[in-house]
């Protein structure tokens, strides 16, 4: 057989489908006066627990890797008021504490684990980035770069295969986003049309690159379309952008079309851990972002336009910053581990 024959022999590829049916662009929410107050809350504890961790970690008395959420806040308390606790599942990279905060988790059992401490929430053995509760469907805190993705993948499996009604969010980086079992995941996530919403949280730089350095395409939102997963890029810095962005994104995968990729555009104020100096961008660009897309600031904006007061907000903040104080006493005058606890957890059910 001729090379030309064998190539006529060859079975063309189907039609490109340009009609497909695609998630429809997503609009702001339109929250009530009380969820723009509990966005604001929890905005502004994770702003405070993570200005704390920041200290102790200067202090001692954190340990090994800390990786703060700084600037990030609106991205995981939009997605996150969004899901069903205990029904939907989180799946995230070692950036986690933001997200734990966010659903609900007690701030003093994380501030715990943070100081590797007994009481915390994976007894203190995970520290900041590997905290886990299947109570809350928090799967992690993982320390590997994307292998969050492929696990988030098992999790929508489970999903789908348990006939639950839950939707797992797998939250990953613009670092991350180059690595190659994302894409092995991406491909059977829609092979299976899995009930899975992949976020990218692209925060610019990863470690310490930026993103269009390190990026061919650097527009993320496009990672799936060769896999057929639509995309949307949505600014990470407004709580109702996410928040609105999010529920299409329920909606689309609710109705059984399979995954979909949520590009949020962020940013993060601190280095990429407690001992990055960050010198690869000026204090100006910080500085400037702070100044002009800041979530928290954003959604006091709101709040002022709804009519809340900031005699009303000052209380908020004092409330939060109170029980960001009670974590880290709690965490410090918490016992550690105990040398035998050294064997536990090692298997399931077996030490």
Same mark, same amino acid.
């Given at each position: ?100 905060? %966010?659903? =609900?988790?007690?701030? *003093?059992?994380?501030? /715990? #684990? ?5 009481? @915390?929430? &994976? ?82 730089? %990863?470690? =310490?690159?930026?993103? *269009?350095?390190?990026? /061919? #395409? ?5 990672? @799936?379309? &060769? ?125």
């Amino acid at each position: 057989m001729t090379n030309k024959t064998a190539r006529s022999a060859r079975k063309a590829p189907p039609p490109a489908d340009h009609n497909r049916k695609r998630p429809e662009a997503p609009v702001a929410y339109d929250p009530t006066v009380e969820e723009l107050r509990e966005f604001y809350r929890q905005m502004v504890l994770i702003r405070r627990f993570e200005e704390k961790a920041g200290q102790l970690y200067g202090l001692g008395l954190i340990g090994g890797f800390c990786h703060l959420y700084i600037g990030q806040e609106a991205v995981a308390v939009g997605i996150q008021s969004a899901l069903e606790p205990g029904k939907d599942s989180v799946i995230t990279g070692y950036r986690d504490h933001g997200h734990m905060l %966010a659903y =609900g988790i007690d701030p *003093n059992v994380i501030m /715990a #684990e943070l100081t590797g401490r007994e009481a @915390g929430i &994976s007894r203190g053995k995970g520290g900041s980035m590997h905290m886990f509760s299947v109570e809350h469907k928090f799967y992690g805190g993982h320390g590997i770069v994307g292998a969050q993705v492929s696990l988030g993948a098992g999790l929508g499996f489970a999903h789908k295969y348990n006939n639950d009604g839950g939707v797992c969010v797998a939250y990953f980086g613009d670092g991350a986003a180059n690595q190659g079992q994302v894409y092995e995941s991406f491909n059977m996530a829609e092979l299976w049309k899995l009930p899975i919403i992949f976020v990218i949280e692209n925060n610019q730089y %990863a470690m =310490g690159t930026s993103v *269009n350095r390190s990026s /061919a #395409e650097d527009q993320l939102y496009r990672r @799936g379309e &060769s896999f057929r997963i639509p995309g949307i890029q949505v600014n990470g810095m407004d709580v109702l952008a996410v928040r609105g962005a999010t529920e299409e994104a329920l909606k689309w995968v609710k109705a059984g079309n399979g995954p979909i990729l949520l590009e949020m555009k962020t940013y993060r104020y601190r280095g990429h851990s407690m001992s990055d100096p960050a010198k690869y961008r000026s204090r100006e660009e910080v500085q400037s972002m702070r100044d002009k897309s800041d979530p928290i600031e954003g959604v006091k904006q709101y709040l002022a336009q709804a009519g809340v007061s900031e005699d009303e907000l000052k209380k908020i903040d004092q409330d939060i910053r109170k029980i960001v104080s009670d974590a880290a006493d709690f965490a410090e005058t918490s016992p550690e581990p105990e040398l035998r606890d050294l064997y536990t957890d090692v298997l399931v059910e077996q030490y």
